[in-house]
Every structure is written in C-alpha cells, then in structure tokens.
C-alpha cells in the first residue's frame, strides 16, 4: 500500500531564515505530487504541482518554491521566510489519470 | 474557473443526531466531488468521492453523500454522529487535465456535544 511521509511535522523558524520541507511516497512510482497551505482558519490553497522529476508547476506568486528530485520526493523550499509564510503545509500524491489525492500528515510551520 | 461553497463555518449537534453538511460547486463540466475530513493538526482523510453513476455515494464512518446537479450539491450525511466524528470537513471538486488539481471549500468545524 501506498504512504507518504512529511517532515518535520513541527518547526518554528525565525524571519528571514531559509526552509526546507520534504515529503516523499513509497509504494507507488510516477506520482502526481502537489504542495497545499492552510492558514489559520481558512482552506486549503494549492501551491505547487509535480507530474513529474524536475516539472514544477506554481499556482500563485509567493516567497516559496518546490523541487522535485527524485520520482517520490517532493521538497518545498524557501530562501527567506517571511511572517505570513506561518501555516500548515500538506503535501498530496495521486496517481496517473486517478484524481483522488491522498494527503501527508502536514507540517506546521511558525515563523516568528 | 471552478470553485466550492460551504455556507456553514462551523455546526454544533449532539451525539446521536443527525448531521447534514452542505457543499454548493461551480463547475462547467460533470464534476469529481469529495468529502475530506481533518482532525486538529493532522492531514485530511478521503471520506468519500463522486466521479459518476449512482448519485448517493457511501464512504467510510458510516458517512454518505448525495449529488444533486440541479442544485449544484454535494451534501454530505450521517444519520447518527459520534462524539469522534468531531473534526473540520472540507468539500473539493478536482480541475481534471494532466495533475488533478483539487478546489476546496474553506470547511465547516463540526462540535459534537455529549
């Protein structure tokens, strides 16, 4: 069976520091990948998008970005955080032309 | 450009009840509906999906959804709510094309009271 990892599942980190979240899936190969935010009180917004290694697609303008460096590693990086990068990040895998997305246990993310 | 409504933000019933939550979508196409749930500081769990046939889709912890296209809806129901059932549920219609890419509602929290 298929299961994704996200770590760390908890991290604070000061304004201006640099970021980096990773999830990656076993049990399956050539995953759809995606990056997701939830801010506090509101709902989920797509970030980035894989269908592929090294294809990277980014749904809004933002201080983050995503690679992709192996099949079922998705990592999602920033070089300076910013306050309003605070808020939980999740990552989805799904599968060919199967639109069902299965999501990771999420990363919480304070910038102070 | 597709998009999701959830008109509750959050829904209190008792243990026991029954629960009815509302999803309105937006969509040109026949949709691909689902029914997420989350528990505090977890990731969302796939209660149930839509992609077509039968109208009245059954998912997991006894949850149930109907698809109603003429009102646009995708209600998810159950007809006696656990005190576990507590959590925020989240209404998505997926942009089907070369990654799925899924539109949420912004959820409604759901309390149980004992």
């Known amino acids: 069976s298929q299961t994704i990892h996200q770590w760390p599942a908890t991290l604070v980190q000061p304004v201006g520091s640099p970021l980096s979240l990773e999830c990656t899936v076993e049990g399956t190969s050539n995953p759809n990948l995606y990056w997701y935010r939830q801010a506090a009180g509101r709902g989920l917004q797509l970030l980035f998008y894989?269908?592929?290694?090294?294809?990277i697609s980014s749904e809004v303008p933002q201080n983050l970005s995503a690679s992709r460096p192996q099949d079922r590693q998705f990592i999602l990086s920033s070089k300076k955080l910013l306050l309003s990068d605070s808020g939980f990040y999740l990552c989805?895998?799904?599968?060919?032309?199967?639109?069902?997305?299965?999501f990771g246990p999420g990363t919480r993310l304070l910038v102070l | 450009a597709q998009s999701v409504t959830q008109p509750d933000i959050h829904i209190t019933v008792s243990e026991g009840a029954s629960l009815e939550l509302r999803c309105n979508y937006s969509y040109g196409a026949t949709p691909y509906l689902f029914w997420y749930v989350q528990s505090p500081g977890q990731g969302l769990q796939l209660l149930l999906k839509y992609f077509s046939g039968d109208t009245l889709v059954q998912g997991i912890k006894g949850f149930e959804a109907e698809f109603k296209r003429s009102q646009s809806s995708f209600n998810l129901r159950k007809p006696s709510v656990h005190w576990s059932d507590a959590a925020e549920y989240f209404c998505?219609?997926?942009?089907?094309?070369?990654?799925?890419?899924?539109?949420f509602g912004t959820g409604t929290r759901l309390q149980v009271t004992l």
């Open positions: 998505a219609v997926v942009n089907t094309g070369t990654a799925s890419k899924l539109t």
């Open positions: 989805a895998w799904s599968w060919g032309g199967w639109e069902t997305q299965y």
């Open positions: 894989s269908v592929g290694i090294g294809q």
